[in-house]
C-alpha cells in the first residue's frame, strides 16, 4: 500500500519547465521578453536560463547537450542577427524537438522591407531610442 502511495506522489512531481534563451550579445532583449511573457503565469511557472556571445552552432550544440534534460519540457527564445547561424540553430532545435522563437529575425525582414535598407547585422548594436512617446 505505501509503493503506491509513492508512485501517485511521483505522478504530480512534474519539473518546471525552461526556456533558453540563445544571443549573439548579452541576451538582455529575449531575457526581457520571456520575463514580460513568463509574469503573465504563475510565480516559479517557468525557469529561465541564458547563453549569450553565441557565435557559432557548436555553442549551442554544446550547451544544449549540458543543459536540456530529458524529461523536462524546455523551449529556446533567441535572438541572433546572422541569418546563417539563425537557420541552423533553427534546424538544430527542430531535429531535438525543442520548440522555438526567433524574436529577433522576423523583426529585421520587416524593417529591411519597409526601409528598402539592408540591415546592419551587428550583434549587440545598439542606438539611442527612437521611441515616440504620447
Known sequence: ???ETILEDDIFDVPTPVVIVISDARGKTATSVVEAAADQFGEDSVIIKSVGNVRDLATV????DENV???VQTAVFHTIVDRNLR??????????GIPSIDLLGPAIT???SLTGEEPKLEAGRRVDS???EL
Do not use: Q
Open 1 to 3: 500500500m505505501a509503493d
Open 87 to 96: 537557420r541552423d540553430i533553427r534546424r538544430e532545435l527542430d531535429g531535438r
Open 130 to 132: 527612437k521611441v515616440e
Open 61 to 64: 550544440t554544446k550547451y544544449l
Open 110 to 112: 520587416v524593417l529591411m
Open 69 to 71: 534534460e530529458e524529461g
